[in-house]
């Protein structure tokens, strides 16, 4: 085996005569060995991310006393009753329930606000066009804990503080530079052909953005909607500042929560049990939307 | 030229993104910047106007630590959390190198190694406090049944000594790594996987070793992402809190804290809203001093191709 010459040489034009075999470093004692080394490496990393994750799910499913006596064993007899006990004693079910109503309302005033405005800062010129695009990229640069303070007070005054509703518009106003400026990128690069034929043809200019536009931008909105999704659904300071009350509190505090109750209490596998449930979604948004997250994060890369 | 049917669309597309985006992002940062210049309870609306006099105590504070915040040690921590930030920034290249190559398994590789990148913090903290947990927990185990006992050590102490610094702040910083190779990963395998394949088939024609190609070739091409997450970094150096606060208790815990953990004790807890706004523009214009500095100092004739 050692696919030694690996893709550089796969993709090597046939033409040319590769000539001096012997100097390929790979075929070197000391170049394999590390080679071994690395993939090694690559392999234990890879089990530190794989092997807790998978112990917490078998140590959500023991009683107490099994948990510390065979740490590493499979459950004898799956303790179901311990996501009953997570479910109703410690909240699961409902930090679940308001990170899911927060999450799917900032999601979309942060989509649509976000997109209505990149949508003309991209298509159309107008005085003052560069400056507002400058003004909302700017909250890029500029930390967050700069605004927690007056923004408190802010909420306070106007009543948002310790409701949802103030999170959701304190996220739709944190995460509108970047969904801004990954849109407005995005949908200067359509053609213009497809809005002046549907112009020709009577549509309205709403109707363009209605029912050309945004159609053809679907990758795009999807992509930064999986960001946007992950950043609200994670989202723990702004939460942590302003959440008092138990029955609104996100699923991030519900964690954080579940940590500091970890040093008094005993019921352990419920414990482990809230904290896969508090997962679960995040998992299943990583299995699907992956391959959009790295497709973000590279596009961001190239951007920025 | 702009026709009224035109800024009838404009308008009423870009006014509610501006409204929310003035109203609860830019006043407020700009208010923050206002009220460090006050000495402010908060409890009242008295405000009173006292200068730089904020300013001054940071800077007094800094150069003589009071016994119960102790801001230069705070400050300390984050310098050296900053090591494990760069060493983060290192491996992911190493492994964006790497995974380059396609070596066997490189997709499972690539989604595994991401992954912690989407888990909240408390979610990483929840995590590893059960896995390193004394008693139960996988690491201790591990050690002890290959007969290592001697490392089953209390990685979450924030008493049990280790050079310079707890134990409990290594264990931070190695979390952080944990949580932090995959976007690096992701990032620069993006900017190899753009190096135009010709170069480094002709090196490699020419008998190059893989190494000396990465060295000679990739590095520099990939020179101008690895200077922006460099400069990010730098950025991220001061604004770290949320791990060592939800890893140990909730309270000024000295050796863990942060210097944004400072400034947390000192809004919410003391309520003394005008030098703790003092403290948060501090870190912002050293950061950005910071980063700007790195931005020059890293710029380098990048290559284009």
């Known amino acids: ?304 | 030229m702009l026709r009224r049917e035109q800024w009838k669309l404009i308008i009423p597309f870009l006014a509610p993104g501006l409204l929310i985006y003035t109203v609860f992002s830019v006043y407020p940062s700009l208010r923050g910047i206002y009220i460090s210049f006050f000495r402010w309870s908060g409890l009242t609306s008295n405000m009173t106007f006292i200068g730089m006099d904020n300013f001054a105590r940071l800077w007094r504070e800094l150069s003589d630590p009071a016994d119960f915040y102790n801001v230069r040690l705070y400050l300390s921590h984050n310098a050296f959390l900053v090591i494990f930030s760069l060493a983060t920034v290192f491996l992911g290249l190493v492994a964006a190198a790497l995974i380059a190559e396609k070596p066997r398994g490189y997709k499972a590789f690539r989604v595994t190694f991401f992954f912690p990148n989407v888990l909240a913090l408390p979610a990483i903290a929840v995590l590893w406090s059960m896995t390193l947990n004394p008693s139960f927990g996988l690491v201790n185990n591990a050690l002890r049944s290959v007969g290592l006992e001697q490392f089953a050590l209390p990685w979450l102490s924030l008493q049990y000594e280790m050079p310079f610094f707890k134990l409990g702040l290594y264990t931070v910083g190695f979390i952080g790594i944990w949580g932090g190779i995959g976007w690096f990963m992701i990032l620069f395998l993006a900017a190899i996987q753009n190096v135009p394949a010709e170069y480094t088939e002709a090196a490699t024609v020419d008998g190059a070793s893989k190494l000396r190609i990465f060295w000679v070739i990739t590095l520099p091409l990939i020179w101008e992402t690895l200077r922006t997450v460099l400069v990010f970094v730098t950025i991220g150096m001061l604004s770290g809190f949320a791990l060592p606060y939800v890893l140990f208790e909730r309270m000024p815990q000295k050796h863990a804290d942060l210097i944004l953990s400072y400034y947390y004790f000192v809004a919410f807890r003391e309520r003394n809203w005008g030098y703790a706004a003092a403290i948060v523009v501090g870190i912002f214009v050293v950061t950005f001093i910071a980063s700007a500095l790195a931005y020059r100092f890293l710029d380098r004739d990048s290559v284009q191709y």
């Not at chain 1, 000539?19 to 070197?28: E, I």
């Not at chain 1, 329930?97 to 649509?112: D, E, G, Q, R």
């Not at chain 1, 948002?160 to 103030?166: A, E, S, Y």
């Not at chain 1, 304190?170 to 509108?176: D, H, I, P």
């Open chain 1, 1 to 304: 085996m050692m696919n030694t010459t690996t893709a550089t040489t796969e993709t090597t034009s046939t033409n040319r005569p590769v000539s001096r075999k012997a100097g390929f470093a790979w075929s070197t004692l000391p170049a394999r060995l590390g080679w071994w080394l690395a993939q090694a490496l690559l392999w234990l990393f890879m089990i530190t991310v794989v092997f807790p994750m998978v112990w917490t799910v078998f140590s959500s499913l023991k009683s107490s006393p099994e948990l510390f006596n065979s740490p590493w064993g499979l459950p004898a007899v799956p303790q179901w009753q311990n996501y009953v006990n997570a479910w109703t004693k410690m909240n699961a079910g409902t930090y679940l329930f308001n990170s899911v109503l927060v999450s799917a309302f900032a999601l979309t005033s942060v989509m649509m606000t976000g997109a209505l405005a990149a949508y003309v800062l991209a298509r159309y010129s107008f005085p003052g066009n560069r400056v507002i695009y400058f003004y909302f990229i700017a909250g890029m640069m500029i930390p967050g804990f700069l605004a927690y303070i007056p923004a408190w007070f802010l909420h306070q005054s106007l009543g948002l503080l310790d409701t949802r509703t103030g999170l959701v518009i304190q996220y739709t106003a944190f995460f509108l530079p970047f969904t801004v400026f990954f849109l407005q990128s995005f949908f200067r690069t359509l053609p213009r052909e497809l809005e002046e034929a549907a112009i020709v043809d009577g549509a309205s200019l709403y109707t363009v953005f209605w029912r050309v536009m945004l159609p053809l931008s679907k990758s795009g909105l999807l992509t930064i909607a999986v960001f946007n999704f992950l950043s609200v659904w994670n989202e723990f300071m702004w939460a942590l500042i302003t959440l008092s009350r138990d029955e609104i509190k996100t699923l991030p505090l519900g964690m954080a929560n579940l940590q500091q109750n970890a040093k008094y209490a005993t019921d352990w596998g419920a414990m482990f049990a809230g904290f896969v449930i508090m997962l679960i979604p995040t998992f299943v948004i990583y299995a699907i939307f992956q391959n959009r997250l790295t497709e973000g994060i590279t596009i961001g890369a190239i951007k920025g």
